[in-house]
C-alpha cells in the first residue's frame, strides 16, 4: 500500500531539492502517478514555489528531441514551471551547493511579445507571439537518483529544473530559420555533440505551440514577457566542479557555462 499522495510529494520533492538530496521514483511504489497526477503535483509546487516568494517568469519544455527522448526513455514531451530563483546570470558558476547532479544542456529560447493562448495554436501563430530568439543552456538537476524516472514523475519534479542561462545575442524571429540553427556543444574545448534547431520537433516553434496547447488544458496562457526553453538540442552533458561547457551556435552567439565549487553532498 502507497501512503503518497499529491501533497506528499509536492513537498518531498521540494524537499529534496532544499536538501541536495536524491530519490527512488515515486512510480517504483505509486504506479498510479500518471502524467495527468504529474502535473498536479507539479502545479502545486509551482504554487509552493510562489509562496516562498518566487517569480514566474515562463515555462521550459522537456523531452522535445529524440535525443533526450531516447537517453530518458520518455517518449513524450513536457510542460513545466520557470521561476527567478532558476535564472542563472552569464558567467556565474554553476550554484553546485544548491545541486545534486546537474547536467548541461543546449536550448533555443524565446522571449514572448505577444500573449499566446491555446487551443489550437500552430508553431506559425506560436512564432508571430515571438518577440526575440535568444541561444541558451539549461542546468537540469532530477530530484532522482541517477535521472530515473517515468513521464509522472519527471512532470511532478518540474521536468528537472535547476537553472538556466540566456546567451548574447537576441535576434527577431522573422530572421532566423530555426530549423537550420545549428549548435556544436563542446566540453573543457572538445566538440561532443551537435544538432539543429530541426531537432526540436522539427521546429523549436512547434514546441512553442505544444506548450501554449497545453497549458490551455490546465487553464493558464503564456504571458507576453515571458521566456520560453524549446528543449534539449542533444543530450545533456555532466557539468562537474572544474568543468565548463561552451554551447556555440551559428547565429545566436555562444553559452559558456562553468561548473561550480566542490561540494559534497551532505
Ligand atoms: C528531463 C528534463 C528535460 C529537456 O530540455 O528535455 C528537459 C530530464 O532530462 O531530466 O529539460
Ligand atoms: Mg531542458
Given at each position: 500500500?502507497?501512503?503518497?499522495?499529491?501533497?506528499?510529494?509536492?513537498?518531498?520533492?521540494?524537499?529534496?531539492?532544499?536538501?541536495?538530496?536524491?530519490?527512488?521514483?515515486?512510480?517504483?511504489?505509486?504506479?498510479?502517478?500518471?502524467?495527468?497526477?504529474?502535473?498536479?503535483?507539479?502545479?502545486?509546487?509551482?504554487?509552493?514555489?510562489?509562496?516562498?516568494?518566487?517569480?514566474?517568469?515562463?515555462?521550459?519544455?522537456?523531452?522535445?528531441?529524440?535525443?533526450?527522448?531516447?537517453?530518458?526513455?520518455?517518449?513524450?514531451?513536457?510542460?513545466?514551471?520557470?521561476?527567478?530563483?532558476m535564472v542563472l546570470p552569464a558567467g556565474e558558476?554553476v550554484?553546485?551547493?544548491?545541486?545534486?547532479?546537474?547536467?548541461v544542456?543546449p536550448e533555443?529560447v524565446?522571449?514572448?511579445?505577444?500573449?499566446?493562448?491555446?487551443?489550437?495554436?500552430?508553431?506559425?501563430?506560436?512564432?508571430?507571439?515571438?518577440?526575440?530568439?535568444l541561444g541558451g543552456a539549461e542546468v537540469?538537476?532530477?530530484?532522482?537518483?541517477?535521472?530515473?524516472?517515468?513521464?509522472?514523475?519527471?512532470?511532478?519534479?518540474?521536468?528537472?529544473?535547476?537553472a538556466y542561462v540566456t546567451g548574447p545575442?537576441?535576434?527577431?524571429?522573422?530572421?532566423?530559420?530555426?530549423?537550420?540553427?545549428?549548435?556544436?556543444?563542446?566540453?573543457?574545448?572538445?566538440?561532443?555533440?551537435?544538432?539543429?534547431?530541426?531537432?526540436?520537433?522539427?521546429?523549436?516553434?512547434?514546441?512553442?505551440?505544444?506548450?501554449?496547447?497545453?497549458?490551455?488544458?490546465?487553464?493558464?496562457?503564456?504571458?507576453?514577457?515571458?521566456?520560453?526553453l524549446?528543449?534539449?538540442?542533444?543530450?545533456?552533458?555532466?557539468?562537474?566542479?572544474?568543468?565548463?561547457v561552451?554551447m556555440?551556435?551559428?547565429?545566436?552567439?555562444?553559452v559558456h557555462v562553468r561548473?561550480?565549487?566542490?561540494?559534497?553532498?551532505?
Amino acid at each position: 500500500m502507497t501512503t503518497w499522495d499529491v501533497a506528499g510529494v509536492a513537498e518531498e520533492l521540494l524537499r529534496c531539492e532544499d536538501e541536495r538530496r536524491d530519490r527512488a521514483p515515486f512510480t517504483d511504489e505509486w504506479p498510479e502517478l500518471d502524467l495527468d497526477t504529474g502535473y498536479t503535483i507539479q502545479d502545486l509546487t509551482l504554487e509552493k514555489r510562489l509562496a516562498r516568494g518566487e517569480t514566474l517568469v515562463g515555462v521550459k519544455l522537456g523531452l522535445t528531441s529524440r535525443a533526450k527522448q531516447e537517453r530518458m526513455n520518455v517518449n513524450v514531451p513536457l510542460v513545466a514551471w520557470l521561476t527567478d530563483a532558476m535564472v542563472l546570470p552569464a558567467g556565474e558558476r554553476v550554484p553546485q551547493e544548491q545541486l545534486i547532479h546537474p547536467r548541461v544542456e543546449p536550448e533555443i529560447v524565446f522571449v514572448m511579445g505577444d500573449r499566446l493562448e491555446g487551443p489550437g495554436v500552430t508553431a506559425a501563430t506560436a512564432m508571430a507571439a515571438v518577440s526575440i530568439v535568444l541561444g541558451g543552456a539549461e542546468v537540469i538537476d532530477s530530484r532522482y537518483r541517477d535521472f530515473r524516472f517515468t513521464a509522472g514523475d519527471v512532470v511532478a519534479d518540474n521536468a528537472s529544473s535547476g537553472a538556466y542561462v540566456t546567451g548574447p545575442v537576441g535576434v527577431p524571429p522573422s530572421e532566423l530559420d530555426l530549423s537550420l540553427e545549428a549548435v556544436l556543444v563542446e566540453v573543457d574545448g572538445q566538440v561532443v555533440d551537435s544538432a539543429t534547431g530541426a531537432a526540436v520537433l522539427g521546429h523549436p516553434g512547434e514546441a512553442l505551440a505544444l506548450a501554449a496547447n497545453e497549458l490551455a488544458r490546465r487553464g493558464r496562457v503564456i504571458e507576453p514577457g515571458w521566456v520560453v526553453l524549446t528543449g534539449g538540442m542533444t543530450d545533456a552533458v555532466p557539468i562537474p566542479p572544474g568543468s565548463s561547457v561552451a554551447m556555440h551556435f551559428t547565429n545566436l552567439g555562444s553559452v559558456h557555462v562553468r561548473g561550480g565549487e566542490v561540494q559534497p553532498c551532505p
